[in-house]
């Protein structure tokens, strides 16, 4: 175990990650704004933290789930595994014969987007912003599920070999659809829990699921078929933040409404 | 300071950061132990690395109220009060820019975009074709990044609704679709989603509500969001171009 070593190698590449962010800020602050920034001492002994928590978080993750997570992917995108024996007839594989895929697919999208710092630090914001209405489990779970159902969904394209802008374009319609009827305060934060899903924890559990599915599935590339995930993970998340805030109303309505005629 | 006023709140940080955790650990023990009918290796070192991403996210948490956060709201402040759009313009542009130009998951989805490229015959088969390549991808991508926290910032100044640009975002990827050679719409599409790093979406998200309330008239809510969303938008449009110009 040469983790003190491991830990040095992340907490290098985050620093040279973070630098480019630190330039531009410190560089627009005395050369624009030239205006001390309000606590800076404060402010930077929170950078630090920032760095040391990611990296800590990162060689974490690469120590205790990475490994584990990605072996799994792959163990169950086995043919072997799906089907019994290896020396079946593995061409006669069905799209149902990957269940067990989908629930991986869902159960790893859901779970990882809660831990999700980036998706952590938007709900703060928005529970902040809205004074409370928004909860910050509230949103995790809505973008979570979200996140889960776009993962299986993704797989499955990958299995059937679906043309993926189908997938994407049809979730477009939905989101237009959805955008007409939802509460104006929702659309903007909705819209941006998209982007936010996709981070550290998720992405290279993602990455690794679908190019083991897209390696394994007979007739399918895994330099072509084994994109795309991601940008499920982007889209669906959208619609179920909206659909959260669309029952949140809905439910307020009906309770006011039943309050009012018992006040009568 | 007494220790304990700190050590109290750190310790339900701790605890707070370990129920984030739980679900991951709950799904991988169930596929490992029922599904796969397999036992968990190396539980001691699993049980140190769960250690430092509880220790880690706790830590990150505190950083981001304390620095991201108020560095984020005070520079909008700042922006606000010069009243300079210029200067802000190019802060946001800078701000996209720099943040996804060395971002280590668009490297990694840049190699494999040219990969994908060389196998489908797009550019020669070479190491230094591959890696012109991978680094024109993420020059597009980091300028499509900037132009989009750009474009967001003009919107939340002038206070336009954001499903209208949104819509023209999403016709843009549709008729790009139609166009960019089939191979790399995979590589656009997930480019979006790659694009936004644990650092950067803090800071634009505080400097998206710090703007929208520094503002007269603007409401945080439905302004001060929607940053993000830009920035994962542009980089599929620009990438399917990328596709069309090299291909």
Not at chain 2, 141 to 162: C, D, E, K, N, Q
Request: hydrophobic share 55%.
């Amino acid at each position: 175990m040469n983790s003190p070593f491991n830990i040095l190698h992340t907490l290098a590449d985050t620093v040279f990650d973070v630098l480019p962010i630190l330039v531009i800020i410190f560089g627009f602050q005395l050369l624009v704004i030239r205006r001390p920034i309000p606590n800076l001492r404060k402010v930077l002994i929170g950078f630090v933290y920032v760095l040391l928590g990611l990296v800590f978080f990162l060689d974490g993750l690469e120590i205790a789930l990475f490994p584990i997570g990605k072996l799994m992917a792959q163990q169950l995108t086995d043919p072997a595994f799906l089907y019994g024996k290896v020396d079946d007839v593995v061409q006669a594989m069905q799209w149902r014969d990957y269940v067990y895929v989908y629930l991986f697919a869902a159960a790893i999208g859901f779970s990882t987007t809660i831990a999700e710092p980036a998706l952590l630090a938007v709900a703060i914001k928005a529970k902040e912003v809205s004074a409370g209405a928004i909860s910050i489990w509230g949103l995790r779970i809505a973008v979570a599920i979200g996140a889960g159902l776009g993962i299986a969904l993704g797989t499955f394209r990958i299995v059937t070999g679906a043309p993926l802008h189908y997938f994407i374009i049809t979730g477009y319609v939905i989101v237009i659809i959805q955008t007409a009827f939802a509460p104006k305060s929702i659309i903007a934060l909705a819209y941006d829990s998209g982007g936010v899903t996709t981070s550290t924890v998720t992405v290279p559990l993602v990455a690794a699921l679908g190019l083991g599915l897209a390696s394994t599935v007979p007739g399918r590339s895994a330099l072509l078929d084994g994109f795309g995930l991601i940008a499920f993970t982007c889209l669906f998340p959208i619609i179920t933040v909206m659909a959260y805030a669309q029952i949140s109303e809905w439910r307020q309505k009906v309770a006011g409404k039943r309050t009012h005629s018992t006040g009568e | 300071m007494p220790v304990k006023d700190f050590l109290l709140p750190f310790l339900r940080s701790l605890l707070d950061s370990l129920r984030n955790l739980l679900p991951i650990l709950l799904v991988i023990s169930f596929f490992q132990l029922v599904i796969l009918q397999q036992p968990i290796p190396n539980l001691g070192e699993m049980l140190y690395g769960i250690f430092l991403v509880v220790l880690g996210l706790t830590l990150f948490i505190q950083g981001l109220e304390m620095g991201l956060f108020p560095l984020g709201e005070a520079m909008a402040y700042a922006f606000a009060r010069k009243g300079s759009f210029l200067w802000l313009l190019a802060f946001a542009f800078a701000l996209g820019f720099g943040t996804t130009v060395a971002e280590p998951t668009l490297i990694a989805v840049a190699e494999e975009a040219a990969k994908v490229a060389a196998a489908g015959g797009a550019i020669e088969n070479t190491t230094e074709a591959m890696d012109a390549y991978a680094i024109g991808l993420r020059l597009t991508v980091a300028l499509s990044v900037g132009f989009a926290i750009m474009v967001g910032v003009v919107r939340i100044i002038y206070g336009w609704p954001i499903q209208y640009l949104i819509i023209v975002g999403y016709i843009g990827v549709v008729l790009m679709t139609m166009f960019a050679p089939p191979e790399i719409i995979g590589i656009a599409y997930d480019s979006g989603g790659v694009t936004t790093s644990t650092i950067t979406v803090p800071l634009v998200t505080a400097l998206g509500v710090g703007l929208a309330s520094s503002i007269k008239g603007r409401n945080p809510m439905t302004d001060g969001f929607g940053l993000i969303a830009f920035a994962s938008l542009t980089p599929m449009i620009f990438v399917m171009g990328y596709g069309m110009v090299i291909g």
